[in-house]
């Protein structure tokens, strides 16, 4: 469940909503959907922010407040405000600062796309909306805890520490294929589209003569006469950059913890990685080598 808020000519306006999708990531966008007949669509249609807010499992009582017709949703409330003047809630399990982005027009309802420009989000359980009812989410196995499940709890460390160098690389035009592509060409030097696409393959990912023709246009990539592909002096600095960005924030991470502590985590992911390599196929060396690329990078 979703508080969408924003201000029109002074007023504070939030509603709850249920029509919230992430549409993506690149550029940041998500959406939520207002009947036409709402009395906050003129409020809707006039302003060019607002704010989603994800309701945590313990904020019912704010989405029933926000989903009563006819009453002041903000008396008594403690909320700051954006620098646009959209209302903020405080204690969701997360919140979107968006600017309106597009409109469209879904029958009886309205469709605003949004951009997102700034995002908080918690540890806090979502609050969900199932069957007509209230929900909480539950996990297989009865247990309720992600952060016992292995899988979870290293991808979302990687994607973590990586979020800001994906937003800086997508900030400067590049998609996560370009930056894998690229740095593969960083750490092997010159290679033909099929041998870069060959090492991305594993990750479902396929370097295009797009995509190639796109980054000669920009200056980070160039051909060579034997129909090799290798980095410009442009394109070395902007991953140079990139990687000095990631190495930046594992070191800010790695502040958490002590040196002995440091090196006890570093001995347990080699341990877990020697034993997931004596059972790896073809495929899953290929995805290494995409990795051990973006890492040799991340070293140079």
């Known amino acids: 469940m979703t508080i969408v808020t924003t201000s029109h000519d002074g007023r504070n306006i939030g509603l709850t909503a249920n029509s919230f999708n992430s549409v993506s990531l690149d550029p940041p966008l998500v959406l939520w959907s207002l009947a036409k007949k709402s009395s906050n669509i003129e409020a809707f249609m006039s302003v060019d922010a607002f704010a989603v807010h994800i309701l945590g499992a313990d904020q019912e009582s704010l989405s029933n407040r926000f989903a009563t017709p006819g009453i002041d949703k903000f008396e008594g409330m403690k909320f700051k405000k954006s620098e646009g003047g959209v209302p903020l809630l405080q204690d969701c399990a997360a919140r979107f600062e968006c600017r309106t982005a597009y409109r469209y027009d879904g029958g009886d309802h309205i469709i605003f796309v949004g951009e997102?420009?700034?995002l908080?989000?918690?540890e806090k359980e979502p609050l969900l909306f199932h069957r007509g009812k209230y929900a909480r989410k539950t996990f297989p196995g009865g247990g309720g805890q992600n952060r016992r499940d292995l899988n979870y709890l290293i991808a979302r460390a990687y994607f973590m520490l990586t979020d800001d160098v994906r937003l800086e690389a997508s900030g400067l035009g590049l998609s996560q294929v370009d930056h894998y592509a690229l740095s593969v060409l960083m750490q092997g030097g010159?290679?033909?589209v099929e041998e870069v696409n060959s090492i991305l393959e594993a990750s479902g990912w396929q370097w295009t003569e797009d995509d190639i023709q796109r980054l000669v246009t920009d200056g980070?990539?160039?051909?060579?006469?034997?129909?090799?592909?290798?980095?410009?002096?442009?394109?070395?600095?902007?991953?140079?950059?990139?990687?000095?960005?990631?190495?930046a924030m594992e070191a800010d991470a790695q502040k958490a913890f002590s040196a002995e502590q440091l090196d006890r985590l570093r001995s347990l992911l080699s341990?877990?990685?020697?034993?997931?390599?004596?059972?790896?196929?073809?495929?899953?060396v290929q995805h290494l080598e995409v990795m051990n690329a973006l890492q040799a990078d991340q070293d140079n």
């Open 271 to 284: 341990q877990l990685l020697e034993t997931l390599d004596q059972h790896r196929d073809n495929r899953s």
């Open 116 to 118: 997102v420009l700034d």
């Open 190 to 192: 010159a290679a033909t």
């Open 120 to 122: 908080e989000q918690s």
């Open 220 to 247: 980070h990539i160039e051909l060579a006469k034997d129909a090799r592909i290798a980095l410009t002096k442009a394109g070395r600095e902007t991953m140079i950059g990139l990687f000095a960005k990631a190495k």
